[in-house]
Nanobody
Framework: VQLQASGGGLVQAGGSLRLSCAAS????????AGWFRQTPGKEREFVAA???????TYADSVKGRFTISRDNAKNTVYLQMNSLKPEDTAVYYC?????????????????WGQGTQVTVSS
């Protein structure tokens, strides 16, 4: 599975962005997909994930502000980010997994896209 993330950019605090992750190579609908983010000098952290059955999981820091969704017909996963805060600034990565393991753990994911930068100004 190849993943291509897009949609990052510069936005003011309180604004919104929608990230997209387009998958190719295999039937994406059987994979769980997640979004993670990373800032310089820090570990990559979990943001949100969606199972193959469309069950969503969110980090506490983004609950109520971010929404993950998927369109299997388009082989794409989305992350709608509302009410953005400066602390949301990071490089955002999408990932996919088919094996068992926590949906919120980096090491359980098999495939990663390149990152897309999100910068939120105060």
């Amino acid at each position: 599975v190849q993943l291509q993330a897009s949609g990052g950019g510069l936005v003011q605090a309180g604004g919104s962005l929608r990230l997209s992750c387009a998958a190719s190579g295999r039937t994406f609908s059987s994979y769980a997909a997640g979004w993670f983010r990373q800032t310089p000098g820090k570990e990559r952290e979990f943001v949100a994930a969606i199972s193959w059955a469309a069950t969503n999981t969110y980090a506490d820091s983004v609950k109520g502000r971010f929404t993950i969704s998927r369109d299997n017909a388009k082989n794409t996963v989305y992350l709608q980010m509302n009410s953005l805060k400066p602390e949301d600034t990071a490089v955002y990565y999408c990932a996919a997994k088919s094996r068992l393991g926590s949906i919120a753990v980096v090491t359980t994911y098999d495939y990663w896209g390149q990152g897309t930068q999100v910068t939120v100004s105060s």
